[in-house]
């Protein structure tokens, strides 16, 4: 990823945690979705992107958001406490 492509990836990021903070929980999917098109590995916008779906009552996506990030990072200790509690 070049430089243009890592400042682009950050900036979507955090307009889709300004957009999660104002419920605006479908506008997080839409700029989680162009992080990932841009890093598909990136386990912080898939474990938004999971929090973004259980907001939206889609427990099945979110389910496979966790997923994938206990996959690539199975230290992440969050996806632990959202494997418990679905």
């Known amino acids: 990823m070049g430089l243009f492509d890592g400042l682009k990836k950050r900036s979507l990021f955090e307009k889709g945690k300004r957009v999660g ?3 605006d929980h479908e506008g997080v999917l839409n700029y989680y979705n ?7 590995e990136d386990v912080d916008a898939i474990f938004n992107k999971g929090c973004a779906f259980i907001n939206l009552n889609r427990q099945e996506e979110a389910l496979e958001c966790f997923e994938k990030v ?4 199975s230290g992440y200790a969050n996806v632990w406490l959202f494997k418990v509690l679905f």
């Open 70 to 73: 206990f996959v690539n990072k």
């Open 34 to 40: 162009q992080v990932l098109e841009l890093d598909p």
């Open 21 to 23: 903070n104002e419920g």
